[in-house]
């Protein structure tokens, strides 16, 4: 880890466990007969993965004094809708994959039917999370959290962006470079601009550092998706805790395919440079959101 | 069609008219390459259904004289949720359906991974016509329903009725008669049971008259729910418009497999006169809804 990323791993740990004391209290404890629903809720949430978007929101809202409460809520409520669209692309009518942060993959782990419900509880419990009375004590606040998160993540954008992905699998020929840019605008670059940009929405910002930060999150998101498709490409499935070289096994295009690793490098690194630009009207509180940029370039997984 | 549901059919037709046109401006015209998610969508939504639901919205709002505009998106929004669960819920992975309103299931008529994504969306899309500022200018009512439709549809809801029923085609033994009672409930009664309310929350009403009409969707979802149970027994499915004789089948426990066809139509009755009796505080506006009590029994499809 090299010195941009120094103080960033220990904050983001920290972050990440306070989202799963978040999580606990905020999904349903298994009982009864719908335990199952409840346990695999649970599985798909709580202790895996990077939790970036939930980081974002939470050092988003940082910069603005928002309460820990209402920040740690509107972060565990994007990893649910992270988490819900992890198993339902997962699935075999989908992308037919077993093997998820490290471990196995919702269907693989219960079964088809629960991993599906587990999926739609999860998107719906993350509405209601916005919802409740402790996000924020304005309602104006929170109905905007809500327009925010069903665009992002619904038909014009997350399912968007995965509708799109099984289309081109079915194409007969590969995208190009303008078709990709927006598939993943649309699968991971929304869900993540709102996550940068709801701290903003949260503190009531003037509406020119909300645009920043949602500016901030779009670079990000690209960087993070060619990273991730680096990774792909680059690492073994120990290495990344879940399948690895699908996209060429799936003939699927992305920048990495198309531009090769090299090129593909050079541009994440430009849209880094992109992003923490965005934070010039920040202060040294956004001081880890400029190292997460260059985090997310850097990861090994 | 006896005296009591005189004019509730040209009513109902009307209404569905209506949503019929809501839905069309609600939800994305087919275009890109994300037409298919977006024909799947309309294809679930638009030109099918009793739109018992959306006709509870609607009605309920005409008490407490919501805006047309209001009542209509939020109508149009219910019946979002309840398409996106058919969707499914008709999945192979869950009831493995093939017909549904008289046509093939998402999944026949697309694909699985279209059906799951179409399904995703509406939900989505049903938050975001509530969040939109046209529902209502009060967001203290917009996130009140959002809050509402959420905890109605979720984990502790619809989600969960779902989950119930899947595990009972697995259990040891048939469901008992409170156990039938809670499953449908969550399944199919709280959603009801919020489409009534809805309008009350949207005309700000007094907390009695919205409770009495939350009270009336919940007898009237019982009633429902064993009249549908019955049209499975007994009906074919050109009559039903679904596949039926699929409980038996299953070796899925109802009301009516468990008291039998004329101690559950009893039953039903008993539930009608219980619904009706929560609109005594109502005057003749109400009558609509006085009569679709009726119907919900006596339809045969």
Redesign the interface.
């Known amino acids: 880890m090299d010195q941009h990323t120094i103080g960033l791993a220990d904050a983001m740990a920290d972050a990440a466990r306070a989202m799963d004391e978040g999580l606990d209290q905020l999904?349903?404890r298994p009982e009864g007969?719908?335990a199952?629903?409840?346990e695999a809720?649970r599985y798909s949430t709580i202790g895996g993965g990077k939790r970036l978007r939930g980081f974002l929101v939470l050092e988003g809202s940082r910069q603005f004094n928002v309460s820990h409460e209402s920040a740690l809520r509107v972060a565990c409520a994007i990893e649910m809708v992270h988490a819900?669209s992890l198993i339902?692309d997962d699935?075999p009518?989908?992308d037919d994959d077993d093997l998820r942060r490290g471990k196995p993959t919702s269907h693989k782990a219960f079964?088809?039917?629960?991993a599906?419900?587990a999926?739609?509880?999860l998107?719906?419990?993350a509405?209601?999370v916005?919802?409740?009375e402790e996000t924020h004590p304005d309602?104006?606040v929170?109905?905007?959290l809500?327009?925010l998160?069903?665009?992002a993540?619904?038909?014009?954008g997350m399912?968007?962006g995965?509708?799109?992905d099984?289309?081109?699998e079915q194409a007969a020929q590969p995208l190009d470079e303008s078709?990709i840019g927006r598939?993943q605008l649309l699968k991971t670059g929304k869900l993540i601009e709102f996550s940068a940009e709801a701290g903003a929405v949260l503190g009531k910002a003037p509406g020119s550092l909300r645009m920043a930060l949602g500016a901030y999150g779009r670079e990000l998101g690209a960087a993070f998706q060619i990273a991730d498709d680096l990774l792909d490409a680059t690492a073994t499935a120990e290495q990344a805790g879940k399948a690895t070289g699908k996209d060429a096994g799936a003939g699927k295009a992305t920048l990495v395919s198309l531009l090769g690793l090299e090129r593909a490098r050079i541009q994440a690194e430009r849209l880094v440079e992109q992003a923490r630009r965005h934070l010039d009207l920040f202060d040294e509180r956004a001081d880890l959101l400029r190292k997460l940029a260059t985090y997310v370039i850097e990861r090994r997984n």
């Open positions: 999904l349903p007969g719908e199952r629903l409840f809720m819900y339902h699935l009518a989908m079964d088809e039917a629960t599906i419900l999926g739609d509880a998107q719906t419990q509405f209601h916005l919802a409740g309602p104006a929170r109905i905007e809500v327009r998160l069903a665009r993540a619904g038909a014009r399912v968007a995965q509708a799109l099984m289309a081109a078709q598939l």
